[in-house]
């Protein structure tokens, strides 16, 4: 092969290099294979969905995480916590158990929350999740919202006894989960207040509390007491939280760090670029 072969691809793959960059804008931390922090302040704990990079292997993501930043790794089980502990990161949140308003389906969904609760203990792991579930004909408040106190007073005495939080999610109903109960503010409050545990609280996932009600910091300053893990995504699309989408975090995460918030942040949108450009600029912007 002549050396002028040789210069024409290695300027080829140098032009390349640098058109993803200028593509992408002048906060990239990924470049090939290289990775640079991008947590400086620190006021916001940061982890990473696994479902939403589903092209890297957990291994792929936690060195990636470390590098830039991340605390932890959102929604594994506890097959994963060895690998996360190899890097030295944390499950920010262990997949549990829904459905709890239907009082027939609370014995699978206790077991469920119940054994997350003892591995999470066991690793010093904070957070459980569970679900509502969906109403087919289950009604919102007379049956529902009571059906999920009962549940959740299941799993309550022992997630204070193992110092864990079981987080009960808020999704849309509208776009992505028709039918789910747990679909505006004021019902996943009420669920909190009467089980009356300061270990079960709320997941409040900001992308789907936009498409839901909108006034997102209103009510992460109003409701600060019951959220113990937020959730981010673009809105429309679920996609990347930066200028392209109508939410501004920055603003969100000041508020979230302004409220005293000392849990976690998990970014959980699904990347349309370059997935760890993507992960490496949303954690810049919440970095407030």
């Given at each position: 092969m002549s050396t002028s072969n040789l210069n024409r691809r290695s300027l080829l793959r140098n032009a390349s290099a640098a058109a993803a960059v200028a593509v992408a804008g002048p906060n990239v931390a990924w470049a090939g294979s290289k990775l640079k922090r991008m947590v400086t302040k620190g006021r916001i704990n940061q982890s990473v969905s696994k479902w939403c990079y589903r092209k890297l292997s957990l291994d792929e993501l936690c060195a990636a995480g470390v590098k830039l930043g991340l605390k932890g790794i959102d929604l594994l089980g506890p097959g994963s916590f060895a690998t996360l502990k190899k890097y030295g990161l944390i499950c920010t949140m262990t997949s549990g158990g829904g459905n709890l308003i239907d009082k027939s389906r609370h014995d699978e969904a206790v077991k469920r929350i119940h054994s997350a609760i003892e591995a999470n203990a066991e690793y010093?792991?904070?957070?459980?999740?569970?679900?509502?579930?969906?109403?087919?004909?289950?009604?919102?408040?007379?049956?529902?919202?009571?059906?999920?106190?009962?549940?959740?007073?299941?799993?309550?005495?022992?997630?204070?006894?193992?110092?864990?939080?079981?987080?009960?999610?808020?999704?849309?109903?509208?776009?992505?989960?028709?039918?789910?109960?747990?679909?505006?503010?004021?019902?996943?409050?009420?669920?909190?207040?009467?089980?009356?545990?300061?270990?079960?609280?709320?997941?409040?996932?900001?992308?789907?509390?936009?498409?839901?009600?909108?006034?997102?910091?209103?009510?992460?300053?109003?409701?600060?007491?019951?959220?113990?893990?937020?959730?981010?995504?673009?809105?429309?699309?679920?996609?990347?939280?930066?200028?392209?989408?109508?939410?501004?975090?920055?603003?969100?995460?000041?508020?979230?760090?302004?409220?005293?918030?000392?849990?976690?942040?998990?970014?959980?949108?699904?990347?349309?670029?370059?997935?760890?450009?993507?992960?490496?600029?949303?954690?810049?912007?919440?970095?407030v």
């Open positions: 010093g792991f904070p957070n459980v999740i569970a679900m509502a579930g969906n109403r087919r004909d289950i009604p919102d408040d007379d049956v529902g919202l009571k059906n999920a106190v009962i549940g959740l007073k299941r799993v309550a005495s022992l997630a204070e006894k193992k110092k864990v939080n079981v987080c009960i999610e808020y999704l849309n109903s509208k776009v992505n989960h028709k039918g789910y109960m747990f679909d505006n503010m004021a019902w996943g409050v009420e669920v909190c207040k009467r089980v009356g545990s300061p270990n079960v609280k709320i997941l409040y996932d900001i992308y789907h509390a936009q498409i839901m009600e909108g006034d997102i910091i209103r009510t992460i300053r109003r409701h600060k007491d019951v959220i113990g893990h937020y959730h981010t995504g673009g809105n429309p699309g679920r996609n990347e939280i930066d200028e392209t989408q109508e939410l501004y975090y920055p603003a969100i995460m000041r508020a979230i760090a302004d409220s005293g918030f000392e849990g976690y942040v998990a970014h959980e949108f699904v990347p349309k670029r370059d997935p760890l450009t993507s992960l490496a600029e949303a954690i810049k912007i919440c970095d």
